[in-house]
């Protein structure tokens, strides 16, 4: 494999004074503010101007379950991928109506279907606030009160903003604290489904051709934002190409990437790989058996789980591959070289070594000590021995409870005044509850418990009083109220005294493990968190210091744009072109006899001679992406639509550490695919309509 700079080889550069291009690849996920204008004009002979830029970021979108979407009309309608509202099609199905299976189209804005619990958002601006949060620290502080200062100040702000603007305001800490942005949003919650294709349709080849290439996917929806019971009113968007794009042409990507770690440190990667990634395989891994064991059951149990299942499955095959990545002596060795250079760097200089020299040892013990912990934020902060939602909605209205009496300024991130209506539309939701599947999903996760802590444990013992993990699962699900929404707006109406006088068991149980679950929470936040943001600021500030913040963050989910272009790439000795066709959709569900994961829906098969098969479908490019970028448009310079991102190749993994443009590319939608299947294969003539006039 031909090796290409990543972040770390270029602080190689940077300190051993070799002379490669700062930028000679395709690589980053850039802040809208930070915009490496002058690299793209001289790699594509292309300018970004700040209209170009204000004109793509509004019309950019959030699916605030973690996705990308862009607007595609004046009238609110967005564009997004099928898995990204895969939860919304399930709990608007039902038995007698699997859109999942039958695919669904709104004729007229009155067949829109009302989405639960969804939320948008749209960024408005972004506001450079490192100094207001670095102000309240002092370098006699321990890393304890630096992060309860920051925190303190971070909450003041998004209030602050969220009281003057309106907007929703998030603080966002980037280069993992060396700089702090403030991101304000629109944001809408009455979201309506207008177009899905099948299941089958949109993840054809399922699991094994998932992150490989060639791809077949028509995983694309579309989904309308209203307010006050109209239409949303956007004057920028993105209008689709006819013409779609060519091998070799200028592709940008704006979306929300969810999170990278190219910025860690040997020690902290090395935590990932040995302590949190295998832990969360394992539990990945149960998941996925008692899923597939429950849709063996029959149909329904398949529509009910099908979307879990995908994720699950999705999320194993990524981890494996930073696993994978992780292992490969060669990246970490040019991750350890990385590290080294910059450290000698910053100890052969008196005032350097002073202020950030001991920045890598203080992030190593962090994680050192992480591990006699890591097991218990695992399960009991983090919930994987409690999968379920109502466990989810107890924990919630406990917590609520008790920080509603705090101070903004003191309470938990996700309590505070700026981010309570967020945090209330999913704790409000409507969206149905099936109690077989729960009791299935809570007994698995207890079981798992057991399995790692050992039965004789005293949180197993009082976690499952006596009880195998199905039949407490069971007293669990069926004792709860939880599931009726309105009694949880009861509960929480009634603050403290509710929540202590509640006999609920879904309440019960989540108040009696709520302080070992804060302990771990606190302990993980004091001494890994805060001092990473103390730490890897420092990094950072001696980084800057050679060249400014030409280096791009890690990603955040919040809104980047990246750029390359169409091209093929070699696996295997092979070349691998850079698109696929309706045709060979065709040949490959051929080629497998029609059968799963290989299965054509009966609409596509009987349309056939209807459909140009020579319509490009599917295209790769050098775009720099990771998960989160679901469902972001691919543009082209004229900020025309010209695909839909879906995924990654197999080589892309890793892509969470580092990155390399020989082999990692980013999956779309053609957008020449997408007209030829609304029209030809859904005869959605109204949608096609809107989007031609658009």
């Known amino acids: 494999m031909k090796f290409r700079q990543s972040l770390c080889a270029l602080a190689i550069a940077l300190f051993t004074l070799q002379a490669v291009p700062v930028f000679a690849v395709d690589e980053g996920m850039w802040p809208f503010n930070n915009v490496p204008r002058a690299d793209i004009k001289r790699k594509y002979g292309f300018e970004v101007t700040d209209e170009w830029l204000r004109r793509v970021q509004v019309a950019s979108v959030r699916f605030n379950n973690g996705g990308s979407g862009s607007f595609v009309s004046p009238n609110g309608l967005v564009l997004t991928n099928y898995h990204i509202v895969e939860d919304i099609v399930g709990e608007l199905s039902s038995a007698q109506k699997d859109y999942a299976k039958e695919g669904f189209v709104a004729r007229t804005q009155a067949d829109e279907l009302k989405a639960p619990s969804l939320e948008l958002n749209v960024l408005e601006s972004i506001e450079d606030v490192t100094g207001r949060i670095n102000g309240v620290v002092n370098s006699g502080m321990t890393s304890v009160e630096a992060n309860a200062a920051r925190r303190a100040q971070i909450s003041a702000i998004e209030s602050e903003s969220a009281q003057a603007t309106g907007l929703r305001s998030d603080v966002v800490a980037l280069y993992q604290g060396g700089q702090y942005t403030l991101y304000r949003y629109k944001k809408y919650t009455d979201v309506r489904l207008v177009f899905v294709p099948e299941f089958q349709a949109a993840f054809f080849g399922g699991d094994p051709d998932n992150f490989n290439f060639p791809r077949y996917n028509v995983d694309m929806a579309l989904v309308r934002v209203y307010e006050n019971d109209q239409p949303v009113k956007v004057a920028k968007y993105f209008k689709w190409s006819k013409a779609g794009i060519k091998a070799g042409e200028l592709v940008f990507v704006t979306g929300h990437p969810g999170t990278t770690s190219r910025l860690n440190t040997v020690a902290h990667l090395q935590s990932l790989r040995d302590v949190s990634i295998p832990l969360v395989l394992r539990m990945l891994e149960t998941r996925r058996d008692m899923l597939k064991k429950y849709m063996a059951q029959g149909e329904e149990q398949t529509r009910l789980a099908q979307s879990e299942l995908n994720s699950v499955e999705n999320s194993i095959k990524v981890y494996k591959g930073q696993i994978a990545g992780l292992q490969d002596k060669s990246l970490m060795a040019k991750k350890l070289k990385a590290e080294q250079a910059l450290r000698a760097s910053v100890n052969a200089n008196p005032r350097k070594k002073q202020e950030y020299g001991d920045a890598w040892d203080a992030i190593a013990k962090a994680h050192k000590d992480y591990v006699s912990y890591a097991r218990e934020r695992r399960f009991i902060d983090l919930a994987a021995a409690f999968n379920s939602v109502l466990f989810g909605y107890a924990r919630t209205l406990v917590r609520m409870a008790e920080e509603s009496e705090k101070p903004n300024a003191q309470r938990l991130t996700e309590f505070a005044d700026a981010r309570r209506a967020s945090l209330e539309l999913a704790l409000y939701s409507t969206a149905p509850i099936h109690e077989d599947f729960e009791k ?170 209807m459909v140009k098969l020579e319509t490009p479908f599917n295209f790769v490019s050098t775009n720099d992406i990771v998960g989160g970028n679901s469902g972001s448009p691919a543009i082209n310079k004229r900020g025309e639509l010209v695909g839909l991102i879906f995924d990654g190749n197999i080589q892309s993994l890793v892509g969470n550490f580092d990155y390399d443009e020989s082999v990692n590319r980013s999956i779309s939608v053609d957008v020449r695919g997408m007209w030829e299947v609304l029209r030809k294969i859904f005869g959605a003539n109204e949608i096609v309509d809107e989007l031609a006039k658009a």
């Open 440 to 609: 299935l999903k809570l007994a698995n996760s207890l079981e798992f418990m057991k399995s790692v802590y050992g039965a004789n444990d005293p949180l197993v013992q009082r976690v499952l009083k006596g009880k195998t993990p199905e039949a407490r699962s069971a007293e669990l699900i069926e004792g709860t109220k939880l599931k009726d929404s309105a009694y949880r707006k009861q509960l929480a109406a009634g603050a403290r005294k509710a929540i202590e006088e509640s006999n609920d068991p879904m309440i019960d149980l989540a108040r009696s493990i709520d302080r070992e679950a804060r302990g771990a929470r606190k302990r993980y936040e004091d001494e890994v968190l805060g001092v990473e943001r103390t730490s890897y600021g420092k990094i950072a500030r001696a980084l800057f210091e050679t060249e400014g913040t030409k280096l791009y963050p890690d990603a955040t989910f919040t809104l980047r744009l990246s750029y390359g272009a169409v091209k093929g790439y070699w696996e295997n000795g092979k070349f691998v072109p850079p698109f696929t066709t309706l045709g060979g959709l065709y040949a490959r569900a051929a080629k497998f006899k029609y059968k799963f994961p290989y299965v054509l829906p009966p609409l596509w098969k009987g349309r056939k001679p």
